[in-house]
Structure formats: C-alpha cells, structure tokens
C-alpha cells in the first residue's frame, strides 16, 4: 500500500497519534490516515437488518466506557428510535456517547431533528458533515459559537458506517441505521471485529469528531485505545481510509484486488459505473479468472443503473458472470483468490472512488473469505438472476447518455 502523501501510524503509536489530535483545531488533511498492517482477533460477517442490528445494539447496550458511532444514514423509525433509545440510556448512564453524522444522509437539523434533540438532551455529543454548505458551525450540533468557512468541504459527503464500543469491538458495512436495511428491501451486511485493528477504526474516528469540534478529554485516550490480545490465532486486517485529496487508499487497493486476481473474483457493489473498474474486471475475466458481479435487480437509483447497464454487453462478452439480486443489493465488498476481503462503504461510482469519506477493511484470510462465501456469495448467487445486455435502441441510447455522465454520478 504506497503512502503517498499521507502519514503512516503503526499501530503501537495509535494512542500518541490520538494525544496530538487533541492539542488544537484538526485540518481536514489530518483526517488522511495511512495504517499499517495489524490483525484481528475475530471477525464475523453478518448480513441484513435482523442479523446484524441485535449483536450491535447488544454491544452497545453493554458499553463500559464509549460509544462512538460514524453513520451517513441515521434516521428515525423502528430502527433508528431503538439505536437512539439505547444510545441516550448509555449517555445517561455517563458512557460517552459521540456521534458523527452525515446532513444529506440523516438530515438532523430539519426532517430528523426532534430525533436528534432527543439525543442530544441525553447527553449524546453530535457532529455533522455539511457537504452542501458554504459556512459551516465550528462546533458540534446545538452548540452555537461562531461560523467558519466549509469551501474545502463541498461536495465531499461522509458515506461511512462504523460503530466501535469501548475501544474493543468494531462494527463496519454498508447499511445505515435505517429501516428499509432491517425489512427485505435493501441487502446489506455488516462486519464484527474484535483485536487490534479496532484501534485504527478508532483513530479515524477521532480524527473526523475533532476537526468537526467535538471535544475528547485526553484523560479518556488509554479507555479509548486499550491494549488489544490478537488472540492465539492473529487474522491480518487493516483499515483504509478515503479523505478527500489525492490519497484514496481504498480505491487503490480495489484496483489491487481486480489486477492480482488469478483464479476467483467476487465483486459486490450496487453502483458500478467508473469506466477504470469496469476494465479492471473485464480484464480478469479475460485472463481467465472466474468472475462474479453481484448487483442490484431492483436498483435504487435509476440513473447510476442505467450507466451501469451500458457496460452490460461487454462484461457478458468478457466473461464475467452477472448476478441480479431481486432485492436493491447494498452491500459493498471485493473477494480476491478466497484470500482476500474487502468490505465497508466504497462504491464503484466516481464520488465514493475519488470524492467522498469512505472507509473499508482489508482482511487477509482464506477462513474469513469463506465465511463471507457461504453467509453472503452463495445465498446471493441462489437467489439472484442472471444479468441481460440491453435490448433496444432508446434504452441502448439511454444507458449510453448516462454512461457519458458517470463521472458525474
């Protein structure tokens, strides 16, 4: 994984790196974070509403110490006002309870907000991502104080989804703390971690809280990053981090996964546009790997699908086997070779690639990727559809016109 710009933190530095965040305001350019190789104890892959909310809303309901939560989609309904009953219990209980949150994605200052003021009355620290906002507050949600200019924010939405309690078990997927997520409408999954590699979910926490203004007592860091036991069995992992700038670790390290594969591929992704990627898996295909693409039947956004079923024709023709899940698949996820997984937020569109935060975890493990084969490939495969080229010539057209425009969506 090249550095680039951005700096390394090995993993026994974690907590010193944390000390520094806590010394004065945080530039946006701290927030790109380049981690070394560390491993987990544990890892559990957990897919759709009613198998991954009860174990996190479990974890979070036994939360010693902290309860951070990083979520683009957080919104009121079954399940977001169970997450957030739970979430003010803690607070109250004198857990410290931070949230950052996302304003297009969980929109807490107008459709959500008595939801958020709820939070907030418990005790819940609140920062949010303001994308689409040229002044921005310089302190977390319901605190007043002075603007400050948001210019090198624009655009840049926060499309992460982790939970970390107590600085021990760490949550990362693609599902927001939503309700169509835990109904049969959007398949998604989530993974459980435990060891070491919490600690590197944690620092890109903190990070992203300070440089919104949240505070951090620098007497809760050795809480926050505990001494983690890898276990007799250490699995290796790391987390990457897309900030944005120029250093995109996970979107170098899918174009990795894509052009090393030399046996098996498994893709799985709902916004497949970015003409790179597409080439990438057209190319495995062609040298002989055993492709499949699993994507939406049932896409949620009928532009990005559009662009998407362009480049239909031609992965049929390369080889790649395309699997339609009959529910809006969600998921996000990469299998290289039964070794590698990556999973977490990144989608194959231009903005998740090069623009916004995203945030996934690489493990290195044939037990882990067969544990994701049997509790999400395989069930998909049985229950999705093949994948068709576009007939006729307006929906040809159509799909061409918004190909053009993929960068843009």
């Not at 104890?41 to 902290?66: C, H, K, N, R, T």
């Not at 309860?67 to 803690?90: C, S, Y």
């Not at 459709?111 to 005790?123: D, I, P, T, V």
């Not at 979107?251 to 098996?264: N, S, V």
Request: proline content about 6%; aromatic content about 6%.
């Amino acid at each position: 994984m090249g550095l680039g710009a951005a700096l390394a933190v090995p993993n026994d530095r974690l907590r010193a790196q944390a000390e520094l965040l806590l010394d004065g305001p945080v530039a946006r350019d701290a927030l790109a974070l380049a981690f070394s190789e560390s491993s987990a104890q544990s890892v559990e892959v957990l897919v759709d509403g009613p198998a991954f909310y009860p174990p996190m809303l479990d974890d979070i309901a036994s939360a010693e110490s902290s309860i951070h939560v990083n979520q683009f989609g957080f919104r009121p309904g079954r399940v977001g006002d169970g997450f957030a009953e739970v979430l003010a219990r803690k607070a109250q209980e004198g857990v410290s309870v931070r949230l950052v949150v996302d304003r297009q994605g969980s929109d807490p200052e107008r459709s959500a907000r008595e939801h958020y003021e709820r939070l907030r009355a418990a005790g819940v620290e609140i920062c949010v991502v303001r994308a689409t906002k040229a002044r921005v507050p310089t302190g977390p949600l319901g605190t007043g104080g002075l603007m400050r200019w948001n210019l090198a924010g624009l655009g840049h939405i926060d499309h992460r989804k982790v939970v970390i309690v107590d600085g021990r078990i760490g949550w990362i997927g693609g599902a927001g703390i939503e309700d169509h997520f835990n109904d049969g409408r959007f398949h998604d999954l989530f993974l459980r971690l435990t060891g070491p590699v919490v600690s590197q979910l944690q620092l890109v926490f903190l990070a992203s809280f300070r440089w919104l203004g949240g505070t951090v007592p620098a007497g809760e860091l050795g809480a926050l990053f505990p001494t983690q036991d890898a276990g007799p069995e250490p699995i290796p992992a790391v987390v990457l981090h897309n900030a944005p700038g120029r250093y995109r670790p996970i979107t170098q390290a899918i174009a990795r996964l894509l052009e090393t594969a030399r046996e098996t591929l498994d893709v799985v992704n709902p916004y497949v546009t970015d003409r790179g990627m597409i080439r990438r898996i057209e190319a495995a295909a062609r040298r002989g790997v055993r492709v499949r693409l699993f994507v939406p039947g049932d896409p949620n956004n009928w532009a990005c699908a559009a662009a998407q079923q362009f480049h239909h024709a031609g992965l049929l023709d390369a080889g790649v086997r395309i699997l339609e899940h009959p529910a809006m698949l969600h998921a996000k996820a990469f299998v290289r070779d039964g070794e590698e997984l990556l999973a977490g937020t990144c989608n194959l569109e231009a903005w998740s690639l090069k623009r916004f935060f995203e945030i996934d975890v690489l493990i290195r493990s044939a037990a882990v990727a067969a544990q994701f084969d049997e509790r999400f490939s395989t069930p998909a495969e049985e229950a999705s559809s093949p994948g068709q080229p576009l007939t006729g010539v307006k929906r040809r057209a159509r799909a061409a016109a918004f190909a053009a425009l993929s960068p843009l969506l």
